[in-house]
Nanobody, 115 residues
Framework: QVQLVESGGGLVQPGGSLRLACEASWRFSGINNMGWYRQAPGKSRDLVASITRGGGTMYADSVKGRFTISEDNAKNTLYLQMNRLKPEDTAVYYC?????????WGQGTQVTVSS
């Protein structure tokens, strides 16, 4: 069974950094895009950043210039480098992979930005 396992979340002070990782138990084929979403309490799950099969990236306006999405194909791992974190970045972050057959979600990792 295909699994996406996120790691790297935690508690960080405002202005700090975290790097999230999403490791896949399977080498996906037919990928359309991969991305990171986040969901704060009482809010919808929103796209934070994505990367296409061709390597193109996009970011939500709220994280542009602070977050960077990248992938390591050799490790089947997707990353999200988060710098200059703000309290409003607090949420559960989910890894997402969209393929031609179906989409996959990780279980989520909590990121809390607080002093």
């Amino acid at each position: 069974q295909v699994q996406l396992v996120e790691s790297g979340g935690g508690l960080v002070q405002p202005g700090g950094s975290l790097r999230l990782a999403c490791e896949a138990s399977w080498r996906f084929s037919g990928i359309n895009n991969m991305g990171w979403y986040r969901q704060a309490p009482g809010k919808s799950r929103d796209l934070v950043a994505s990367i296409t099969r061709g390597g193109g990236t996009m970011y939500a306006d709220s994280v542009k210039g602070r977050f960077t999405i990248s992938e390591d194909n050799a490790k089947n791992t997707l990353y999200l480098q988060m710098n200059r974190l703000k309290p409003e970045d607090t949420a559960v972050y989910y890894c997402h992979v969209d393929t031609v057959l179906r989409e996959y979600w990780g279980q989520g990792t909590q990121v809390t930005v607080s002093s």
